[in-house]
């Protein structure tokens, strides 16, 4: 169950509000490093989509891998 539905036009709206206001705030101390994140995201991004586009063979003759070698392991 979706705790949301419960809520009033207005309790949504003042969350709203609440959440924007924090949102604002955070950039205003974080902006930069939120930007670095977001950049290495993206850039994460690519280089797996890079991976996906090269054989199993590719892969292995350059020692990367996408899934782990040992089934149990987090990493």
Not at 54 to 60: F, K
Request: hydrophobic fraction near 30%; aromatic fraction near 14%.
């Amino acid at each position: 169950m979706n705790e949301f539905h419960d809520w009033t036009p207005e309790q949504a709206w003042m969350m709203y509000q609440w959440i924007e206001k924090t949102r604002q705030q955070i950039l205003s101390v974080h902006q930069e490093s939120i930007d670095y994140y977001q950049w290495r995201e993206r850039r994460m991004d690519e280089y797996v989509e890079q991976l996906e586009q090269i054989t199993g063979a590719e892969r292995e003759e350059n020692g990367v891998w996408l899934e782990p070698k040992d089934p149990d392991s987090s990493f």
